[in-house]
C-alpha cells in the first residue's frame, strides 16, 4: 500500500506559501506520497508540470491524485468544471501519477462556508447526471491517459444522502469508476463508513482515512501538553456537532475498516486528506503516520523500502 495525506493544513492561506515546507515536512516524515487540490496549486502546476515533478522528485514523493469538483447546479459552470477536469487529467498524466479524484463541492452557489446546498427535488434524474458525467470523464481519463478515476464523497453534496449515494454507484460503471471512501465525511453524513466499506471494498483502489467526532470530543493530546481539542467552530464552521481530528482521536473504527479493506485484498493509496489541525501541520501528520503504523500496523512502499535500504 501506498501512503499520503492531503495538502490542506499546509495551505490555509492562498498562493502556495506552504508548498515547500509541505515537501519538506511530508518527506521527512516518511509519506509515499501528496494529495494536492486548491485552484492556486493547479495553476502553478499546469503551467509547469515538469518542474513540480522533479520538486517531488527530489523529495522523494509521488502525486498521489489530484481532486476537482464539478458543479451541477449551473449549466456554464457545468461545463466549466468538465472542461477543469480534463486539464486535472492532463496535468495528473504529465506528473506521473495515475489517478484522479472527482467531486461535487460541498457548498452551495452562494459560496459562504459552511453552507449547505438545497438537495435535489428529483434526485434519480440529478444523481443520474452526476453519474453520467462521471462515466464520461473516467472513459476519457482512463483511454486518453490510462487513468484510473474515482469519485469522493463529501458532506453536503446530494451524496450525502445514503440512498444517492447507493443510487450514483449503481449507475456508475464499475470498470471505469472506482469509490473513494472518505470516513469523515461518510460519518459526518450520518453514513455508516463501516458498512460502506463492506458493501464496496472492492470497488475502491484510493481511500481517504480520516477521522472525526461525534459522540465525543477528541480524546487526549498528540503529544504531552498539545491542546487536546481541535480549536475551529466546527466541522467545516457548521456547527459544534462534529470535529476532523488526527487518526485515532475520533469515533471512526479504523482497525475494522482496515481489516475489511485487507479482506478485499485492497493495495491502493491510503490518504488522510486533513482538513484542520490546532498543530503544527507537521505534528498533526506524524501523529496521523503513526496512528496508521502503530496501531493499524499500516506501512507505506517508502517506509519498508527505506527500511530495507537500512539493512544494506
Known sequence: MKLGFGAATWLRVPGLAGLNKMLDDCSLIGFDGLEMSHPAVFDAFYANPKYYMKLFAIHDLGLS????????????????????????????????????????????????????????????????????????????????????????QHWGSALMVEDNLHMFLEYTDPDLVNFCMDTAQLYVSGIDPVKIATLYANRMVYVHFKDAAIKSRARAEIWPGGPPFPTDDGCYLVNSKAQIIELGRGDIDFPRITRILRDANFDGWIVDDHDITPYAPADAAKACLDYLNGALDIWGERQIRLKEDEKV
Open 65 to 152: 491524485s489530484f481532486y476537482t469538483t464539478l458543479d451541477f447546479d449551473d449549466d456554464w459552470n457545468y461545463q466549466a468544471s468538465v472542461r477543469k477536469a480534463k486539464q486535472v487529467y492532463e496535468l495528473v498524466s504529465e506528473m506521473g501519477s495515475g489517478h484522479v479524484l472527482l467531486d461535487q463541492a460541498y457548498h452551495t452557489r452562494s459560496r459562504v462556508p459552511g453552507s449547505m446546498r438545497e438537495l435535489p427535488k428529483n434526485p434519480k434524474d440529478y444523481v443520474k447526471r452526476m453519474a453520467d458525467t462521471t462515466n464520461e470523464l473516467a472513459r476519457f481519463g482512463k483511454s486518453e491517459y490510462g487513468l484510473a478515476t474515482s469519485w469522493h
